[in-house]
């Protein structure tokens, strides 16, 4: 049976076959009466009431009621002589013959309905037994999983104290040369090392995991942090005879970071590097700088990285999906240093040309604003140094507002406070600023729709206001984002308070000279 003219369908295209349906049962059911009418006769409704019946399973009621009409007037104009005389035996007659046919294209409706409900419910059992089937076997693939990662984890463990246990009998026998005792203790050190690492590692995944990673942020100059990284891993590499190649670009700006951080960072990429590199291989580091921000580039002459696999080698617990890069470590440096580059603004991308090809891991990160003469000299010129400027601070947090209030006041400012864009826009009316300092977050027209709306105003009412992002999104969409709306520059809490000065001086276009 078809199920595109159903009978909880009012109407439509689908309904045409039921209707043709419809009139072919009731010619059918003409044709045969008339041939076994000498059989049939006086009674010869019967095979009417069976097209009745045919057209209502198939089509619907409204089928069936057409059947119901032409099976009325084929049998009063055929089969039920005269016509032409009406008497109430031929009103009785017809009433009942409709009356009748309605009956059985209304059972036959509510029959086909019922079908239809039953057919829907049998689809949303079906539907409900995938469902949990398919939870189920999310939640035995994620108990692997954690049995996995236990198992991994053990073995990760295990493998440095087993070392440091062996290593540690043979000392209190006290019978090693010097040269072996040299070596054993190299080898404590060094398993000691790999499990607070681990611990480290865990720890750190623990803190991502809370919110709780903080970052003592101050201008940091890359190359120091990556040669100090490099140096850390440089017996691991010596240990496989691999090769790595430091190219540091010189004059790149320095970016705004937590240095253990950024070493961090460096050193799990490059020990990803060494880990999946074979023996007499090459890692390089590139230290640049481009359009988007400073670069630090990991290459590597390794595995590669499967394009299965390569959308989640940043995923926690990842240990390569199966591919060639399974199995090593507990899948945590790679996602740690995900996160240590989203704190610090910038982003990280994975690329390789497939298995046997190595990989390539990018690193960018916003630069920092340059620090000015009067950036320089802030702690020694005081006051002097925004003498006279008239900046607006917006920032629903009383302290914030407080805080950016006491720093530029310091430094010779008059600051004017607004807890929202409505205020900001008010301040605006009633006097121009010269820069205008905002958080992201406000209550009702956040941020972003507070500049759009001062940037829509003409220039001698404060469309031109200097204003500068000074909020807690620091990733480099964020940051593209408050650009893109209308901000000049974007810098990220927490900030010090020679960055926030050197801002504001450079915004509002005032230099040590300027005020000499």
Not at 475 to 485: G, I, K, Q
Request: glycine fraction near 10%; charged fraction near 20%.
């Amino acid at each position: 049976m078809s199920e595109t003219s159903g009978g909880d369908e009012a109407s439509g295209p689908g309904r045409a076959p039921g209707y043709a349906v419809a009139a072919g049962a009731v010619v059918g059911a003409a044709l045969l009466t008339w041939a076994l009418w000498p059989l049939i006769q006086p009674s010869g409704t019967p095979l009417f009431f069976a097209a009745v019946a045919i057209s209502s399973w198939y089509g619907g009621l409204g089928p069936g009621l057409l059947a119901t009409a032409l099976a009325a007037v084929v049998t009063e104009r055929f089969f039920v002589p005269p016509l032409h005389v009406f008497t109430p035996a031929t009103a009785v007659r017809g009433v009942s013959f409709v009356v009748v046919a309605l009956l059985v294209a209304s059972l036959y409706e509510r029959a086909r309905r019922a079908q239809a409900r039953a057919e829907a419910l049998a689809r949303s059992r079906e539907a409900l037994l995938g469902a949990e089937k398919a939870a189920r076997e999310a939640a035995e693939t994620a108990s692997r999983g954690k049995d996995e990662f236990l198992a991994t984890l053990s073995h990760e463990l295990r493998t440095p104290l087993n070392a440091l246990v062996g290593w540690t009998w043979w000392l209190r026998r006290g019978d090693l040369d010097a040269e072996r005792r040299t070596r054993a203790l190299e080898t404590i050190d060094r398993n000691v090392k790999a499990v607070a690492q681990r611990i480290e590692d865990l720890l750190d995944v623990s803190r991502i995991i809370t919110g709780k990673i903080r970052l003592s942020v101050r201008t940091v100059e890359l190359a120091p942090v990556i040669e100090a990284a490099v140096a850390a891993v440089q017996p691991a590499a010596a240990a496989k005879s691999i090769d790595i190649d430091l190219t540091l670009q010189p004059a790149v700006p320095p970016v705004r970071g937590d240095t253990d951080r950024l070493q961090q960072l460096v050193w799990n990429l490059l020990s990803n590097a060494i880990k999946f590199t074979p023996d007499k291989g090459r890692v390089s580091v590139r230290l640049d700088q481009g359009a988007g921000g400073v670069r630090i580039v990991v290459r590597d002459t390794g595995q590669g990285i499967s394009p299965g696999v390569l959308p989640y080698v940043f995923d926690r617990f990842a240990q390569g999906g199966g591919g060639p890069r399974a199995g090593a470590g507990l899948g945590l440096g790679l996602a740690i240093a995900r996160h240590v580059v989203e704190l610090h603004g910038g982003e990280v991308r994975a690329e390789s040309e497939g298995e046997g090809h190595g990989a390539t891991f990018t690193v960018t990160l916003p630069r920092a604003v340059p620090d000015t003469p009067a950036a320089e000299s802030a702690g020694a010129v005081g006051a002097a140094i925004l003498q006279g400027l008239r900046i607006l601070v917006v920032d629903d947090e009383p302290s914030a507002r407080e805080w950016c209030q006491l720093t530029l006041g310091h430094y010779g400012a008059r600051v004017i406070a607004a807890a929202s864009a409505r205020e900001a826009l008010a301040a605006l009316r009633r006097e121009a600023a010269d820069v205008l300092v905002s958080d992201l977050r406000l209550p009702g027209d956040d941020g972003y729709d507070l500049i759009r709306r001062v940037r829509g105003l003409d220039a001698e009412r404060g469309g031109r206001t200097p204003a500068v992002a000074l909020t807690g999104y620091p990733r480099v969409e964020d940051r593209n984002r408050a650009l893109d709306a209308g901000y000049d520059a974007h810098v990220p809490k927490p900030v010090a308070v020679t960055e926030l000065v050197s801002v504001v001086t450079l915004l509002a276009g005032r230099t040590a000279e300027d005020r000499a």
